[in-house]
């Protein structure tokens, strides 16, 4: 099977500006979790979409923001962009919704300046 | 809400010496663990996993980890480092149907 795909992998952003990550689950895999990763956070939980639907959502502000099409695939949004949202941003999918046994991408590195 | 500490941002190693990177959870409920491990420029990929059963998790690369109740701990172990181990390495903790918490990571060097 194929991994998780992340698209693009690298983007540079202007602050104030918004952009789209895109994520493809493993096929068959019908959950899929976002995470911001920095120096100085580490992994912090975004949110998670299963069957279309958010499950779970982290302590984000309201310009992140994410949604699941119906073949699993997922992207999120982060508007007014920030010199602090400059991170990797992996996404990870399962093949149940929670904290059960995840699968990563190789994220996504975006650069805000 | 459960937990999950790493002592120690940094563990350094000779190639072919022991390998012991700390976990302790905090947990109201018995949890299900992990362990994962991130290369430079890469995701994160699973080494192994505790749900539920035998204490004793063996995952890739040699690595194994042990679940003890008692100690609340899930520390992970090799018995002899290779330079190709040299990464981050995450233990996550989580409830079954909530989120994945991880741990701040913990960074292994490998010397020669």
């Known amino acids: 099977k194929a991994g998780v795909t992340q698209t693009p992998r690298y983007l540079i952003k202007t602050r104030g500006q918004q952009v789209t990550l895109s994520c493809s689950p493993i096929s068959g895999h019908r959950s899929v979790s976002w995470y911001q990763q920095t120096p100085g956070q580490g992994l912090q939980f975004l949110f998670e979409?299963?069957?279309?639907?958010?499950?779970n959502k982290g302590n984000f502000p309201g310009r992140f923001s994410g949604r699941q099409f119906s073949n699993s695939r997922s992207e999120m949004n982060v508007s007014t962009l920030e010199l602090g949202d400059s991170a990797l941003y992996l996404c990870?999918?399962?093949?149940?919704?929670?904290?059960?046994?995840?699968?990563f991408g190789p994220g996504t590195r975006l650069t805000v300046t | 809400a459960q937990s999950v500490t790493q002592l120690g941002s940094h563990v350094s190693v000779s190639e072919g010496a022991l390998v012991l990177l700390r976990c302790n959870y905090s947990?109201?409920?018995?949890?299900?663990l992990f362990w994962y491990v991130q290369y430079p420029n890469q995701g994160l990929q699973l080494l192994l996993k505790?749900?539920?059963?035998?204490?004793l998790v063996k995952g890739i690369n040699g690595f194994e980890a042990e679940f003890k109740k008692s100690e609340t701990s899930f520390h992970l172990t090799k018995p002899s480092a290779h330079m190709s181990d040299a990464a981050e390495y995450f233990c996550a903790v989580t409830l079954g149907f909530q989120k994945l918490v991880f741990g701040t990571g913990t960074r292994l060097l490998v010397s020669p």
């Open positions: 505790y749900t539920t059963g035998a204490t």
């Open positions: 979409y299963f069957s279309e639907t958010q499950r």
């Open positions: 990870a999918s399962s093949n149940r919704t929670g904290g059960s046994e995840q699968y």
């Open positions: 947990s109201s409920v018995p949890p299900y």
